[in-house]
């Protein structure tokens, strides 16, 4: 098994989480606000090397018809540019439903609205990358 990296790529934030060898427990890392997609790339594929991860993982946001809309072709994009600036292998997972359980499990333990904005997108990140080491949602190309 092999460190991963996953992304959850917002238009303002980036949530960001990670599992180690060997126990490969998804763990929420940080939220990332967005500089620009440059800088973006740069700092995100530098984290990934700092980790030490061996893949990239990034959400892909799909209609719930398992369509992809407008929001999957800005990630698509995203994604391309941070390939530019890493050699590292990135995986794109359907991330349906993260956010939302994301924001109901940070509900559940009685967050306030106003905290939950700074981790609701490092948790979301958590998820995606807990469907992708648990192979329950595919790769996407």
Do not use: W
Not at 74 to 96: G, S, Y
Request: with cysteine; net charge neutral.
């Amino acid at each position: 098994m092999e460190s991963v990296i996953a992304f959850d790529i917002g238009d303002k934030r980036i949530g960001v989480a990670f599992a180690e060898k060997p126990l490969m427990i998804p763990l929420p890392v940080e939220t990332y606000n967005r500089q620009g997609t440059k800088k973006d790339v740069v700092y995100l594929a530098e984290l990934a090397k700092r980790r030490a991860a061996d893949k990239i993982v990034c959400g892909i946001p799909l209609h719930f018809s398992g369509e992809e809309g407008l929001q999957s072709e800005k990630t698509r994009r995203f994604v391309d540019a941070l390939k530019a600036v890493t050699n590292l292998p990135i995986v794109l997972v359907d991330e349906r439903f993260t956010t939302m359980e994301a924001h109901r499990v940070l509900i559940e333990a009685d967050m306030r609205r106003q905290d939950r904005k700074g981790v609701v997108d490092k948790v979301a990140a958590s998820y995606i990358l807990e469907n992708y080491l648990t192979g329950m949602k595919g790769e996407l190309q």
